[in-house]
């Protein structure tokens, strides 16, 4: 954990009589670089530039606090429409965004699955999917059931008693993760 150190105050100088730094000047430089990730940060030099409205419309910046959101901005997501049947994967090369799915009947009990094909995508990561709309409430299930680099699979699954032709909305997320 770094030393806590203010800045220095306007009276010490940034360079001695030798020009190197002062002492003062390197400590709180230094405890800016640590707080700042050490290099390990995803907020770049770039960033650090910025006011802090301006470095969360960077999508790797998830919140800087509780007045903040958590999520993507503008130009993060997308849209994609699926054809021919509940069974056509997919492809939207976005972190977030809707999947409409095809209209048709899923008969009592069964289950429909697709391969959504996704460059951001890798093995580590956790994809989140609900209903936005066109679903009526309580008739399906839905899940993701494998997540591979470049792609993952959706299933819905329809829990009620009876069929229905609807053709359901789903928002999707992509939350990058490592595994070390």
Known sequence: ???????????????DDKNLMTRQWY????NLFSIAGAGES??????????PDAVVANPNVLSYGPSYPMGYGNGAGGAVTQDTSRT???????????????????APGTFAS??????????????????????????????????QNGSFRIQIHN????????????????????AV
Not at 89 to 100: D, E, M
């Open 159 to 178: 829990i009620a008693a009876v069929g229905s032709a609807e053709a359901p909305v789903i928002n999707f997320a992509v939350i990058k993760a490592v």
């Open 27 to 30: 400590r709180y430089l230094f």
């Open 88 to 106: 056509t994967g997919v492809t939207i090369n976005r972190v977030c965004g809707r999947i409409t799915l095809f209209s048709t009947t899923i």
């Open 114 to 147: 697709f391969t959504v094909t996704n460059t951001t995508v890798s093995d580590t990561d956790v994809v989140i999917v609900n209903f936005s709309s066109g679903a009526t409430a309580n008739r399906y299930g839905l899940s993701v059931t494998e997540v």
């Open 1 to 15: 954990m770094p030393d806590i150190t203010n800045i220095p105050a306007q009276r010490v100088p940034v360079v």
């Open 42 to 51: 995803p907020i770049s030099n770039t960033d650090m530039l910025l006011a």
